[in-house]
DNA sequence: TCTAATT
């Protein structure tokens, strides 16, 4: 059996499961498990919240603002929606936020879209807290922690300062064992502090050794200074101020290449471009992705179910199901845009003869042929 | 000993 092949079955597996429970809580994904992901999304906790704008987190990293917008679109109509991007590097920071027009849509995408699995990630889906200062820099790093400790356990010495958004222990990636180290994010600095205050160099309960309790360094602002490190070291440094902004601007399109594989605005030449320069036709490829014809969806099939078979293969832009005029229910067959070539061949190896509840899929490239009957 | 959670 190949690794290839494991792999596939593995994601297979994934989806069947998912297909078959709906969306999953994020309970057994790396030790990373958030408690709130599954208890607390639909309870926002306070009436005055907004119940229209969702905060999604645990994004795939190459997923962009289009591809959020058209996932969630899927549900109902899209007020806004962001994808949080690094101000220098532009890269995603792995969240965003979705606004619909209606609560009942918003409510919808926490509970078919929350728990999803896109690539590697589970995102999660739930309301977004109104923005305000009192909720940033709320996240504590702890160490020391037993390696017997479980994120329950976590959770229940640190509930007793303020209500915890987010809880995770690091575990070893290939042993799965703790490495005795944890996040804690609560809904409120002032929170955080008490528990530092409290926390802080005490032994859990039957421990042995204290832990250590901090405010944790923040992500997004490693990759921007380490850009901004390498520019300051780089030999253009030494040039005055005023030679070309041009050159400098290469210079930094490459070091974001090589630092974060961030797209040039001169990309290399792809099989996109050739394509469309030769005026060449590829079977399945439009322009802006791979398109994929999947036959044989039920009547009551819906984006969703596109999304979540199509979208741990990769980088998935669009997914529509053909619907009955007058009935509104899918007449068998719908589309899947993917963005690499690679990975929709994959889908597709995977998926073709794929049984869906009583139903075997077909699955494709699209030909330029009309399907008929 | 540090994961991509507030536009």
Same mark, same amino acid.
């Given at each position: 059996?190949?690794?290839?092949?494991?792999?596939?079955?593995?994601?297979?597996?994934?989806?069947?499961?998912?297909?078959?429970?709906? +969306?999953?809580?994020?309970?057994?994904?790396?030790?990373?498990?958030?408690?709130?992901?599954?208890?607390?999304?639909?309870?926002?906790?306070?009436?005055?919240?907004?119940?229209?704008?969702?905060?999604?987190?645990?994004?795939?990293?190459?997923?962009?603002?289009?591809?959020?917008?058209?996932?969630?679109?899927?549900?109902?109509?899209?007020?806004?929606?962001?994808?949080?991007?690094?101000?220098?590097?532009?890269?995603?920071?792995?969240?965003?936020?979705?606004?619909? *027009?209606?609560?009942?849509?918003?409510?919808?995408?926490?509970?078919?879209?929350?728990?999803?699995?896109?690539?590697?990630?589970?995102?999660? *889906?739930?309301?977004?807290?109104?923005?305000?200062?009192?909720?940033?820099?709320?996240?504590?790093?702890?160490?020391?922690?037993?390696?017997?400790?479980?994120?329950?356990?976590?959770?229940?010495?640190?509930?007793?300062?303020?209500?915890?958004?987010?809880?995770?222990?690091?575990?070893?990636? *290939?042993?799965?064992?703790?490495?005795?180290?944890?996040?804690?994010?609560?809904?409120?600095?002032?929170?955080?502090?008490?528990?530092?205050?409290?926390?802080?160099?005490?032994?859990?309960?039957?421990?042995?050794?204290?832990?250590?309790?901090?405010?944790?360094?923040? +992500?997004?602002?490693?990759?921007?200074?380490?850009?901004?490190?390498?520019?300051?070291?780089? +030999?253009?440094?030494?040039? +005055?101020?005023?030679?070309?902004?041009?050159?400098?601007?290469?210079?930094?399109?490459?070091?974001?290449?090589?630092?974060?594989?961030?797209?040039?605005?001169?990309?290399?030449?792809?099989?996109?471009?050739?394509?469309?320069?030769?005026?060449?036709?590829?079977?399945?490829?439009?322009?802006?992705?791979?398109?994929?014809? *999947?036959?044989?969806?039920?009547?009551?099939?819906?984006?969703?179910?596109?999304?979540?078979?199509?979208?741990?293969?990769?980088?998935?832009?669009?997914?529509?199901?053909?619907?009955?005029?007058?009935?509104?229910?899918?007449?068998?067959?719908?589309?899947?845009?993917?963005?690499?070539?690679?990975?929709?061949?994959?889908?597709?190896?995977?998926?073709?003869?794929?049984?869906?509840?009583?139903?075997?899929?077909?699955?494709?490239?699209?030909?330029?042929?009309?399907?008929?009957?």
């Amino acid at each position: 059996m190949t690794k290839h092949y494991e792999v596939k079955m593995q994601v297979i597996a994934a989806m069947e499961t998912q297909l078959s429970n709906g +969306p999953t809580c994020n309970n057994t994904a790396h030790g990373s498990t958030t408690i709130n992901n599954c208890s607390s999304p639909v309870d926002s906790g306070n009436t005055e919240d907004s119940k229209t704008n969702l905060i999604v987190n645990y994004l795939p990293q190459n997923m962009t603002q289009e591809e959020l917008k058209s996932l969630f679109g899927s549900i109902g109509e899209i007020e806004s929606c962001k994808l949080v991007r690094d101000k220098i590097t532009g890269q995603s920071l792995g969240y965003g936020f979705v606004n619909y *027009v209606d609560t009942k849509d918003a409510e919808k995408a926490i509970n078919t879209l929350n728990g999803l699995r896109l690539q590697t990630k589970t995102i999660k *889906v739930s309301y977004a807290r109104p923005s305000s200062a009192s909720i940033r820099d709320a996240n504590l790093y702890v160490s020391g922690l037993p390696k017997t400790m479980t994120q329950k356990e976590l959770e229940q010495i640190f509930s007793q300062y303020g209500r915890i958004i987010t809880s995770r222990i690091l575990v070893d990636q *290939v042993t799965g064992v703790s490495r005795g180290v944890g996040f804690i994010r609560f809904d409120k600095r002032i929170e955080a502090e008490e528990a530092i205050k409290g926390l802080n160099g005490q032994k859990p309960p039957g421990a042995t050794e204290p832990i250590t309790v901090k405010f944790a360094n923040n +992500p997004s602002q490693k990759t921007s200074q380490a850009v901004l490190s390498q520019l300051y070291h780089s +030999p253009n440094r030494r040039y +005055p101020a005023p030679l070309a902004q041009q050159a400098q601007r290469f210079r930094l399109d490459n070091l974001l290449n090589i630092a974060y594989g961030v797209k040039s605005r001169f990309p290399p030449m792809t099989i996109d471009g050739m394509t469309s320069l030769a005026g060449i036709n590829i079977p399945g490829h439009a322009g802006t992705g791979w398109c994929i014809f *999947v036959y044989n969806l039920a009547p009551d099939a819906d984006e969703s179910i596109l999304w979540q078979m199509f979208g741990p293969f990769g980088a998935v832009t669009n997914v529509k199901v053909i619907r009955d005029f007058n009935t509104n229910k899918c007449k068998g067959f719908g589309f899947v845009t993917m963005t690499n070539y690679d990975e929709a061949a994959m889908a597709i190896a995977s998926l073709n003869g794929y049984r869906l509840g009583d139903r075997v899929l077909q699955v494709s490239f699209k030909t330029n042929k009309t399907h008929k009957a």
